[in-house]
């Protein structure tokens, strides 16, 4: 394949409207899974998602032409599932499955299409919503990130000449390769692309996946992004998300469904997924909470994913609560994702090495490490922290209180009460970059 020289191509800018999704499989693969059994299982369940900038110094706003996001999501609203992507859903073998993906279900997929949304300006910021039934609004979240993400780095660049967006490609693609020749020098490292969400641009992703699996090789286990796996002949990656327990949670009618929310969860995706995709997500309400509470058949799953705590505190709690139930951490998995760097993976891979097998989603500092780069002074190529959160299901409240306050979201009021139910043993603040 000839590769894209990203430089002349954004310098080229001459069309109408370039498309920053051009598929519906440019999501990440979890979405998909958790969409049939949200499909299968939830089908009359509402559910609102809105953006959340937690990097509240970026005025997205003033950053972002209103109408050029407006024509970005109108063009994904248009968009519809291809034959040869059905075909490949529905013939494609994931996490050694034949058929993961019900005929019911494609056949339901054929005619999906994004439904409408919510655009309104406040303070510098974009207030942007997408309410409507859960198994349509579910597959909003990661292209509108996409969107934003991409738009602000084309505003940023919008005034470089052609040498200059030259330099700042090499430069990226200097400091992506000097990170990758590292992680090449740890025996058994397994490294995915989780980077979707935050990319600075579709085409920057595809560069970063097409350089990973030809700089580390094996080491390289796939993608969470559907359509650079399909393109790529590589494993897509995923199970499940925060939007599961948060609606469930949302949904419930005393204390004690609230409580058992996470664990009801994961009941119903064992029994959807049988044997298969078996990662538990542990830090929607704490992992602390979460742990205290679990019930003993959650220790026979294959592995966690701990994604807002320290990385080692996070797995160290984790290997003590398996050693609890009886199980040898070196046959379980533990998956970090959590704002990596290379620096993080290294010293997170040296702690647990032996241990446990582990494995590393490395996301935005993958696909969106400008910092630096660019010829000129400038940090609005700086990647920032934006989310699409369930923020209601049904009418009621979402919230998510997370193992690092400064990214819960939800109403005050609600997270209180989420609090005295759950606790804030282990939670700990931290600044959130990404």
Request: aromatic residues 12%.
């Amino acid at each position: 394949m000839a590769r894209t020289d990203i430089a002349r191509r954004v310098y080229n800018h001459t069309w109408k409207l370039d498309p920053i999704v051009r598929s519906l499989l440019d999501t990440d693969f979890y979405k998909l899974l958790m969409l049939q059994m949200i499909w299968g299982m939830y089908p009359k369940v509402d559910a609102t998602f809105t953006l959340i900038n937690r990097t509240t110094s970026v005025r997205l706003a003033d950053e972002i032409d209103e109408g050029e996001l407006r024509e970005q999501l109108d063009h994904a609203r248009t968009l519809r599932f291809t034959k040869k992507e059905m075909i490949w859903l529905g013939g494609n073998t994931f996490y050694g499955r034949k058929q993961i993906f019900e005929p019911e279900f494609l056949a339901w997929l054929e005619d999906f299409r994004l439904p409408d949304y919510e655009l309104t300006k406040r303070d510098g910021q974009y207030e942007l919503s997408f309410p409507g039934p859960w198994m349509y609004t579910t597959l909003w979240e990661i292209p509108a990130l996409a969107i934003i993400n991409e738009l602000r780095s084309r505003a940023a660049m919008r005034s470089f000449g052609q040498f200059a967006l030259d330099v700042l490609y090499a430069r990226a693609k200097a400091k992506m390769w000097a990170k990758t020749e590292r992680l090449k020098a740890l025996p058994g490292i397994r490294i995915s692309d989780f980077g979707t969400r935050r990319r600075h641009s579709f085409l920057w992703q595809r560069w970063c996946v097409e350089a990973l699996k030809e700089g580390i090789g094996e080491a390289f286990t796939g993608t969470s992004n559907v359509l650079l796996a399909m393109d790529n002949d590589l494993e897509a990656l995923g199970t499940n998300a925060h939007e599961l327990p948060m609606v469930f949670a949302a949904l419930a009618n005393s204390v004690e469904e609230l409580r058992q929310a996470p664990y009801k969860v994961l009941q119903d995706w064992q029994r959807y997924y049988g044997g298969n995709l078996l990662i538990v997500l542990p830090d929607t309400f704490g992992t602390s909470a979460f742990l205290r509470d679990a019930p003993d058949w959650i220790a026979d799953w294959t592995g966690f994913r701990p994604d807002s705590a320290p990385p080692i505190e996070g797995g160290e709690k984790i290997l003590a609560w398996w050693r609890e139930k009886g199980k040898d951490p070196k046959q379980k998995l533990l998956i970090f994702s959590d704002g990596l760097e290379v620096e993080t993976i290294e010293e997170t891979y040296k702690h647990f090495r032996g241990k446990v097998r582990m494995s590393f989603g490395w996301g935005t500092n993958l696909t969106n490490d400008f910092e630096g780069c660019a010829p000129t002074e400038t940090n609005s190529l700086d990647a920032i922290s934006l989310v699409c959160k369930v923020s209601e299901a049904n009418g009621r409240p979402a919230v998510k209180l997370s193992d690092n306050p400064a990214k819960s979201t939800g109403d005050e009021k609600e997270i209180k009460r989420y609090l005295r139910v759950f606790g804030e043993k282990g939670r700990v603040e931290q600044l959130v970059k990404v």
